[in-house]
C-alpha cells in the first residue's frame, strides 16, 4: 500500500515536471521571450535587463533549472500588464473560479446521481430512455453553446436571472448550469451503467432471495458498491470543471482565473498565461493523485492487486 502510494507520488512529481518543460518551450516557441513581453517599441535598457532576469543568455539547460528554481519558490513570472506577480493575479481569481466550479459541482452531483440510479432500477422504462436522451444530449453539446441558450433564454426572453457578471447567488445558478450539465451527464451515465452491473450480480440476488427488503438492497448494498467508479469520475470531474471554467468565465463575464486567462492571451500578458497553466495543471495532477488513494481505500480489491 505504501509502495503504491509512493510510486503515486513520484508518478505525480515527474509530470509536474514535464508540463513545467512544455511551458518552458512553449514560451520560447515565438522566439525571444524577451521581444515578446516588451513589444516592438521596446526600450533597450529594459529588454537587456529582461534578458538578465529570464537567463536568456545562459545554455538552455541553464534557462530550466533558473525556470524551475522560480517556480518552486513560488514565482510564476510578473505581469506586465498589471504591474504585479502573475501568481498574485492568479489568486486574486480563484475563489471566484472555486465558487463556480462548486456549485457546477453541486448541481451535477444534485442530477446525476439520482437520475442515474432510478434509470438502473427502472430498466428499459421510460426514466431509462429519458436518461439515455439527457446523457447523450448533455455530452453532445458544448459548454458555450449550452451559456448562450441559458442566457437567450432563461436571462433574455424570461428575464429570471441576471446573465452575467458576479453579484449575489441569483448571478451563480446560470454559470453553475452550464458548467455542470457536461459532468451531470458523465457521472448519471456512468451510474446507471455501474448500478446495472451491481443490480445483476450474484450477492444482490441472494439479498433478495433471502428477503432482504428492496430499499435496502438498492441503498445499502447496490448504491455502495457502484459508488466506487463514480467516485473515480467524480474526482476527476472536479478538476474538469476548475479549466473548464475558463469558457464559462468567458461567457459569462464571470471575473475567475478563466476570464483573467483569456484577457491576457488577447493582451499578450504570458507570465499570467504562464501562471494560469502551470496551477491548473497542478490542480489536475493533485486531483488524479487524490483520487487513486481514494479508490485504493474503498475498494479492497484494487488495494490487493496493487501489492
Known sequence: MQRYLLGRLVQSIFTILFVLLVVFVIVRLKGDPAAVMLGENRDPETYAAVRRSLHLDDPIHVQFGAFLGKVFRGDLGYSWYQRRPALEVMLERFPATLQLAGAAFFFSLLLAIPLGVVAAIKRDTIYDRGLKI???????????????????FVAGYLGLLPAGGRGGPSHLILPAIALGWFPAAAIARLTRSAMLDVLDSDFIKMARVKGVPEQMVIWKHAVKNAAIPVVTLMGLQIAGLLSGAVVTEQVFAWPGVGWITIQSIFGR?????????????????????????????LDPRVRYLRR
Not at 439527457?134 to 437567450?152: D, E, K, R
Request: hydrophobic letters at 75%; a negative charge.
Open 134 to 152: 439527457f446523457a447523450l444530449l448533455g455530452q453532445a453539446m458544448p459548454t458555450f453553446w449550452v451559456g448562450l441558450l441559458l442566457i437567450v
Open 269 to 297: 500578458d504570458f507570465p499570467v498565461v504562464q501562471a494560469a497553466v502551470i496551477l491548473l495543471a497542478a490542480i489536475h495532477i493533485a486531483a488524479n493523485l487524490v483520487v487513486d488513494i481514494v479508490y485504493v481505500y
